[in-house]
């Protein structure tokens, strides 16, 4: 079975601090993602990865960087993080790279971290 | 840029009984994939069934079918013999069949299940 972890299941910060959250999977899959879900905007999508320190940013990539030095890691950043940043954040991985887009290779998700800022 | 519409921020049912979750898109491609994920309560976001654009025949698995209606742009999810297990928030996605990201999915805002005993 596909496994997707994140580092914490919750999070509390300060405003202004620097977060990382963390996600690991452990399927040698080539992609990864990650997701802010908030009540009635349903998930949005950050950055995503589709290969070791590739990267391209995703709908809502403002205040949020993202850091892919080794495959089965994917970190997200809150350079500062902020109190409208407080949300439930999940990670996600597919297998293929960019040559292959079938409807098979679905997204296997990550338990959720849920951060508030304060 | 696509969009992904769920009207109904809640919808329940009774154990045993059927239930449909409305999910309409806004897209400009004719190829496409579309998606139901199930996010049970505190549990991981799991996929429940997906549907190619090009395929006219509706998905189904097992308790769990679609009603794909292209033209319409319309995709929604029949529970079946609801359990409750069942109980969940759903989330309809759609992803393009081009390269436009690696697999971007765009989620609706989704539809909490609630199954009553």
């Known amino acids: 079975d596909v496994k997707v972890t994140q580092s914490s299941r919750y999070l509390v910060k300060r405003t202004g601090e620097k977060v990382f959250l963390e996600c690991v999977q452990d399927m040698d899959h080539e992609n990864m993602f990650w997701y802010r879900q908030d009540p009635g905007l349903g998930l949005r999508l950050i950055y995503f990865?589709?290969?070791?320190?590739?990267?391209e940013k995703g709908d809502i990539p403002e205040g949020y960087s993202v850091s892919r030095e080794k495959k089965e890691r994917f970190s997200l950043i809150l350079e500062s993080a902020s109190t409208n940043q407080t949300s439930m954040y999940l990670c996600?991985?597919?297998?293929?790279?960019?040559?292959?887009?079938?409807?098979?290779?679905?997204?296997?998700f990550g338990p959720g971290t849920r951060l508030t800022v304060t | 840029a696509q969009t992904v519409t769920q009207s109904q921020p809640e919808m329940s049912v009774q154990e045993a009984e059927t239930v449909t979750l409305s999910c309409t898109y806004d897209?400009?491609?004719?190829?496409?994939?579309l998606f139901w994920y199930k996010q049970p309560p505190s549990r991981q976001m799991i996929l429940v069934i997906r549907q190619e654009a090009y395929k006219q025949q509706n998905a189904t698995e097992n308790r769990f079918s679609v009603n794909f209606q292209k033209a319409a742009k319309s995709f929604s999810l029949k529970i079946s013999d609801s359990q409750l297990g069942d109980a969940a928030m759903y989330f309809c996605a759609y992803r393009s069949s081009f390269y436009q990201g690696a697999q971007k999915l765009v989620f609706g805002q989704g539809t909490r299940l609630t199954i009553n005993p």
């Open positions: 990865s589709y290969d070791v320190k590739m990267k």
């Open positions: 996600a991985s597919s297998l293929e790279g960019q040559g292959f887009r079938g409807p098979e290779d679905e997204q296997y």
């Open positions: 897209t400009s491609e004719s190829d496409y994939y």
